[in-house]
Structure formats: C-alpha cells, structure tokens
Nanobody, 123 residues
C-alpha cells in the first residue's frame, strides 16, 4: 500500500493559477501510474488527468485540456497538477490516485487515494 498526500489547494480568483502536489510514500512510486480526479458537491468523482510510470504519456479530460498539466518527478516521489486559467466550474475537491495497472480514466482502476484538497475559483 502507498500513502498519498495532496497539497496546494486554495481559494483563488477565476483566471488565476494553482499547482497541486501529491507526495507518495515508499520506494516503488515509479511503478505506479498516477491520476488526478475531482469531485464537486452533488456530482460524481470525475477524471481530470493521468500520467504513465515514466511520464512518457499524459491524458486529460476535455474540460481541462490546454489549461492543466500533469507531471511527475519520480526522484521526489511526487506528482503535480499545474492548473492555469481556473474557472468557477473547476471548483471541487481534487484527489490524487495511484494505480498498479495501465493508465486509466476510471476511478475504479485506481487502488490508492489521497485525502483530497479543496480548490475554489471564484468569479
């Protein structure tokens, strides 16, 4: 089992930027595919972005493509989500997740989850 801890969330104005970080425990971080998901009040958890083990492949939800960038630093056991041009509809709790399988957009394919960090973009 791997422990994941998100940080970097906060309240910002629409159009601003935030960078989320997810720190993972253990020496096997590079063996996991990593993803970011978000959940707004009254809605189901949805896929945001994912990155492969060696960071060779990235995937994004259409709603964030061109604005968000996922990256990872395996030497630091950390995955990042750079969020630019934030919109009010980006407001949600953002979760970091790790998978032992192939990169996926499905929440059920991720075995380990962080506690979440709140992101609020006000208009």
């Amino acid at each position: 089992q791997v422990q994941l801890v998100e940080s970097g969330g906060g309240l910002v104005q629409a159009g601003a930027s935030l960078r989320l970080s997810c720190a993972a425990s253990g020496r096997t971080f590079s063996t996991y595919t990593m993803g970011w998901f978000r959940q707004a009040p009254g809605k189901e958890r949805e896929f945001v972005a994912a990155v492969s083990r060696s960071a060779g492949n990235t995937y994004y939800a259409d709603s964030v493509k061109g604005r968000f960038t996922i990256s990872r630093d395996n030497a630091k056991n950390t995955v990042y989500l750079q969020m630019n041009s934030l919109k009010p509809e980006d407001t949600a709790v953002y979760y970091c997740a790790a998978s032992t399988g192939y990169t996926s957009r499905r929440t059920s394919d991720y075995r380990y989850w962080g506690q979440g960090t709140q992101v609020t973009a006000s208009s």
